[in-house]
């Protein structure tokens, strides 16, 4: 496997992701995990550029200096992960705090945030943590005042640059979910290689594509390329895939299931929790590095009004903790962002990346929070990408 160097986090870009995980868990489902007998022992887009294949060198696994908080009694997990991946994140979690249960409610897309919404017009006081997909889905709660400030004293194993490009006041990057192109090989051989590569005729009714117009992956995609290829070639491309008999499905986990059945070979927009996923069920899905790779923060953040606050602050320790990151790999088949913590076990040749800091000028003025967009210019953009794929 190629190496993994996280270099940084961008500023977020979209508004919602779909969950990073398989979709094997239900919109709203719960399940409880308690701690077993103590045991010794990340807007949301990122632009990945592709970097060498050459091996890593050795490095040392970090080191936890902090002391960790004793925490007890219940803790209320809003996850957008699936149960497989969050199993595994709370095995561990509950080494580090053995008297705390944990109450999982697992979701799909944005009914996350309208749970969150839905609760505070009540004043329902009914979480104390959640993970999403990139910090800007979180940015609205924080201006109400629902999100809780904290410092956690795990920032202090990282250095200070990735410190500060992962931690806002209220909420914290602890993950990167990076994309490529996937495919069948029972499918397509010989792979493609690069976004160009699909223009080819050899491609023509073999390629999904998963929610171009939709607020998470496939528009990122979309908006960001524009940003690296410049307007000309972003238009030729777009428009010739336009010609190429392209599948337009929902959500990126619907992409990922039509590939994994071999109804296409090519899935456009694939993300390495996915990947994970489909190769662990034995598809033959394999993942191509191309430029310029895209990556999606992972965020967590504590309610204000917490009804186990304790709790919620151990859980944000523990996440960012060498502990927590050294886990998120197998859990989620995510790139933690602690440096030196071993990343996904993807079963490819795939994930060579390093991520940097900066998004396109292009992304900055077209891609911020929805409320930041100027509306005739993504009126603009959705016009575009409305005629090329035929959408209505």
């Given at each position: 496997?190629k190496?993994?160097?996280l270099l940084?986090l961008?500023v977020p870009?979209?508004i ?10 239900s919109?709203?489902s ?9 045991v010794?022992?990340?807007?949301v887009?990122?632009?990945?550029p592709a ?5 890593p060198?050795t490095?040392a696994?970090?080191?936890?200096d902090t002391?960790?908080i004793q925490?007890s ?6 996850s957008l992960q699936?149960?497989?991946a ?6 561990e979690?509950a080494?580090?705090?053995p008297?705390?249960?944990?109450e999982?409610v ?6 996350i945030?309208?749970?969150?919404g839905?609760e505070a ?9 959640v993970?999403m997909?990139?910090?800007s889905?979180l940015?609205?709660f924080?201006?109400q005042?629902l ?5 956690p004293?795990?920032?202090s ?5 990735t410190?500060a ?5 209220d909420k914290?990057v602890?993950?990167a979910n ?6 069948n ?6 792979a ?6 699909l223009?080819?005729?050899?491609f023509k009714?073999?390629?999904v ?8 992956f496939?528009?990122t995609?979309t908006v ?6 410049g307007e000309?070639?972003?238009t030729q491309?777009w ?5 190429q ?11 990922m ?9 090519v899935?456009l927009w694939c993300?390495a ?5 489909a190769q662990q069920k034995?598809a033959?899905i394999?993942?191509v ?6 990556a999606n923060?992972?965020?967590?953040a ?15 320790e523990f996440i960012?903790?060498p ?10 088949g995510l790139?933690p962002?602690?440096p030196?913590?071993p990343p996904p076990a993807v079963?490819?040749d795939?994930?060579d990346?390093?991520v940097v ?9 077209e891609?911020?929070?929805l409320?930041d ?6 009126a603009d ?9 035929g959408l209505?």
């Open positions: 496997m190496r993994h160097r940084g961008l870009l979209a919602l992701a779909a969950s990073c995980g398989s979709d094997d868990d919109t709203g719960t399940g409880t995990t308690t701690a077993p007998d103590a010794d022992t990340t807007d887009a990122t632009t990945v970097t060498s294949s050459t091996e060198a490095t696994a970090p080191v936890d002391e960790p925490a009694g219940k803790l209320v997990y809003y699936p149960s497989s969050t199993d595994i994140l709370l095995a979690f080494k580090v705090q008297d705390v249960e944990v999982v697992h979701f799909q897309g944005p009914d945030l309208d749970r969150i839905a017009q009540a004043g329902i006081n009914a979480f104390d943590v993970d997909a990139g910090r889905p940015t609205p924080s201006a005042g999100l809780a400030e904290y410092e004293q795990a920032l194993n990282f250095d200070t640059k410190a490009s992962i931690a806002d006041p914290w602890f993950a990076s994309h490529g192109l996937c495919y090989s029972d499918v397509i051989d010989p493609p290689t690069s976004y160009q590569d223009l080819d005729p050899r009714g073999e390629i594509y998963g929610a171009p117009l939709g607020t998470g496939g528009q995609l960001e390329t524009k940003g690296f290829w000309e070639t972003w491309f428009e010739g895939l336009g010609q008999d392209v599948l337009i499905v929902d959500t990126p986990a619907t992409s299931d039509t590939l994994t059945r071999g109804e296409r070979g899935a993300n929790s996915a990947l994970r996923s034995g033959p394999e993942w590095t191309v430029e310029p790779n895209i923060e992972v965020a967590v504590m309610a204000a009004k917490a009804p186990n606050p304790d709790a919620a602050k151990a859980f944000i960012l903790s502990a927590g990151q050294g886990v998120v790999g197998e859990a989620f790139l962002v602690l030196g913590s079963t490819s795939a994930m990346i390093a800091l900066t998004p396109s000028d292009f992304a900055k003025a891609a911020g929070g409320a967009r100027d509306p005739n210019i993504y953009y959705v016009t575009f990408i409305k005629g090329v794929f209505s």
